[in-house]
């Protein structure tokens, strides 16, 4: 059990962790999700007694780490995949770290086995690939069979295989009743591994539920209306209906609509009512990565900008007109497109774009609205990320 | 690269995971000192900088030791009744470069690679850690240094046949050197554990050990004249000068008293070394 109580912590005037309260229960695998630089190695080290805290504490098992009797009998941690001097074996690096824990030195061997290290242990971990290296990380957690294993982003560098390695590892290990502390940010890894999960952003806590209370209370489900290819006025007329029906209308690149806010039934309704062939109306839930990248859109640290090569590039080649070559024809602007990437509150119900004005081009071009963590929000997308076959 | 089966029990781990903490069945026992003295050992002999660093200081040790001591035998091996021993000098100085160097990576290579993070949470007592370096550093050094200066010495002995020396020189001229190059190497451990950076710790060193006798002869001004004699008095290669009974100068420290300095100036800077690792983050 790892308990956190009002954790913080000051590095000058940036607050990598500010006032984290969480406990990590046995017997389950609990992800610890947050962006890049949200403080999650920060935490980790803190509940290894690494870095101090600047305020609060944490305790494993009642006691802080550095007056915990036995630490690596009791706690075993997967860090950085570096920690490791290049020039020792696999081997001697285990052996040393058993040593001065007082493991019996046979461990090391079954340790080695259990992460299918055995052929490379009398290698030099420098010539080590970033998987290897992983699993050699793994090896130094469990070498003390400890009753609480934290692992910080454990997958990176591991190959299908041994992803699925990994994640099967730690259901057995909390399924063995120990404490299980995984840190990652790839939420879809998360999904499928943990039972709970701790969600922080900007070194603060954003939610700490299990992983189906987090996707319904974190995500929005949408139905997709697909209406004949034939009839673009069918479309608009559909749309105008759900709209002032109350619902909320985003246009899908195949030529779907991703209408939320609106019952199944109440759709099809609506639809016979003004008279349009639907040929599609299926309902779909947003995946957990979605509902993460709702929570924390607002709080990403490192954003991506376009990469516009701005007045960099040669000009585009002009046809004898003096209009660039190959230039876009103009789409008539239809309901508001669904973005392609990046994540936004879609815009209240209200007049329709006019044909012709233009759908935002960018979807950095909305701000992300404060109302978007709310649970009850409408739907924002993500094409990629959507867990729902197409 | 295989990997192994791991079981997949998910489906029995809801009852018998949440009431059950888990039980190690491999017996549990307090880690000592004598654990981290077993693990800095097969740390310290696992890696190619140790081999390095000692078997290049042997190799001067020997080659400037021996060179010095056939040269003066070619040029009619008149010492002017010196003890042949203070021969094995210049090798020595040369060789304390290594040491330190050695002294420095003990610690420095555990921040270099993030070892440090994994040791630490392995054994969260600071203290420990750097009492088992210390322990497992010291004692390698002042074999090696001891018995590689017995040798040249002897061999000198040997070759040149100046003023026969006492069973006190003798000890001094080996054990002392032995002694006195492992403590420079354990306060150079102490710097590498306070500074965290290999190379910005062994060019202290370096200056420590080189800049006393570098700046004493530009100190002309006659209000310097104290300072001046100070730093060539206690400059580590007048120190270990006096071990072998060879000092530029006639008065300060002699016999015995350069190791008690040393010794004295290594526990300070382990003490201090103790002190902020136990303060810092990692």
């Known amino acids: 059990m790892i308990e956190a109580v009002g954790l913080t912590k000051r590095y000058g005037a940036k607050t990598a962790v500010d006032d984290l309260s969480f406990q990590v229960r046995p017997g389950a695998v609990t992800g610890f999700l947050g962006p890049n630089g949200s403080g999650k190695s920060t935490t980790m080290r803190m509940v290894l007694g690494l870095d101090r805290p600047t305020a609060g504490h944490v305790t494993i098992g009642g006691h802080p780490y550095r007056s915990l009797p036995n630490a690596p009998r009791q ?148 139905a997709r209306v697909r209406v004949p290819d034939d009839g673009p006025e069918d479309r608009q007329k559909l749309t105008s209906t759900l709209i002032e029906a109350g619902g909320r209308v985003m246009s899908e690149p195949g030529g779907a609509l991703r209408v939320t806010g609106l019952p199944l039934p109440r759709i099809s309704e609506l639809a016979h009512k003004c008279d349009v062939r639907l040929w599609e109306l299926s309902p779909h839930q947003a995946s ?59 815009p209240p119900p209200g007049p329709r774009p006019t044909p012709g004005s233009g759908a935002p081009a960018h979807p950095a071009a909305a701000e992300p609205s404060a109302a978007a963590v709310e649970p009850s929000s409408a739907a924002t997308a993500g094409e990629q990320t959507s867990k729902d076959p197409r | 690269m295989t990997s192994p089966a791991t079981p997949q029990d ?6 018998a995971g949440l009431l059950s ?98 040791t630490l949470t392995a054994c969260p007592s600071r203290a420990r850690v750097l009492a088992a370096k210390a322990i497992v550093f010291f004692s390698l050094t002042f074999v090696v240094t001891t018995v590689t200066a017995a040798v040249v010495a002897g061999s000198q002995t040997l070759i040149l046949d100046g003023a026969p020396a006492s069973a006190g020189e003798w000890l001094l001229s080996t054990v002392g050197i032995g002694l006195y190059i492992a403590a420079l190497g354990l306060l150079s451990l102490g710097i590498g554990a306070i500074v965290r950076h290999s190379a910005g710790a062994i060019t202290i060193m370096i200056g420590v050990v080189l800049l006393p006798l570098v700046l004493a002869p530009f100190m002309f001004a006659q209000d310097l004249r104290g300072l001046q004699r100070f730093l060539i008095e206690y400059s580590i290669p007048n120190q270990l000068g006096a071990l072998y009974g060879a000092t530029i100068t006639e008065s300060g420290p002699s016999g015995w008293e350069p190791l008690m300095l040393m010794l004295g100036l290594a526990a300070l800077a382990l003490g201090g070394a103790v002190a902020v690792l136990n303060r810092r983050d990692v």
């Open chain 1, 288 to 346: 957990l990565e979605e509902a993460y990248m709702r929570l924390t859109q607002g709080l990403v640290d490192y954003r991506s900008t376009d990469d516009a090569k701005a007045g960099l590039a040669e000009p585009p080649p002009l046809d004898a007109y003096g209009h660039p070559v190959g230039g876009h024809a103009e789409l008539p602007a239809e309901p508001l497109e669904v973005p392609q990437e990046g994540w936004y509150a879609p």
């Open chain 1, 75 to 222: 706690v075993g941690a997967l860090l950085d995949a570096k920690g490791v001097h290049g020039g020792r074996t696999a081997r001697n690096h285990l052996l040393s770290l058993a040593q001065l824990a007082g493991i019996p030195a046979a461990r090391v061997d079954e340790v080695l086995g259990v992460v299918g290290l055995q052929d490379v242990a009398k290698r030099r971990t420098s010539g080590f690939s970033l998987g290897m290296g992983q699993r050699l990380g793994i090896a130094a957690a469990l070498l003390g069979d400890p009753q609480v294993l934290l692992f910080d982003e454990p997958v990176n560098g591991l190959d299908p295989e041994g992803i699925h390695w990994a994640r099967n590892l730690m259901k057995s290990l909390a399924a063995e009743g120990r404490t299980v502390f995984v840190s990652s940010h790839l939420m879809s890894e998360m999904a499928l591994t943990a039972d709970h999960l701790i969600v922080i952003g900007r070194g603060r806590l954003l939610s700490d539920m299990s992983v189906t209370d987090f996707i319904s209370a974190n995500s929005a489900d949408f």
């Open chain 2, 21 to 118: 903490f888990y039980e190690s069945p491999i017996p549990i026992r307090p880690a000592t000192l004598g654990d981290a003295v077993a693990s800095e050992w097969t740390k310290l002999r696992s890696v190619r900088a140790t081999v390095w660093t000692l078997g290049v200081m042997v190799v001067l040790m020997l080659t400037i030791g021996l060179g010095t001591a056939l040269l003066v035998a070619a040029n009619d091996g008149n010492l002017a009744g010196e003890p042949s021993l203070a021969l094995g000098f210049f090798g020595v100085v040369l060789g304390s470069i290594c040491v330190i160097t050695l002294g420095v990576l003990t610690i420095g290579s555990e921040y270099g690679t993030g070892m440090i993070r994994t």
């Open chain 2, 10 to 15: 998910r489906e029995q781990a809801p009852g």
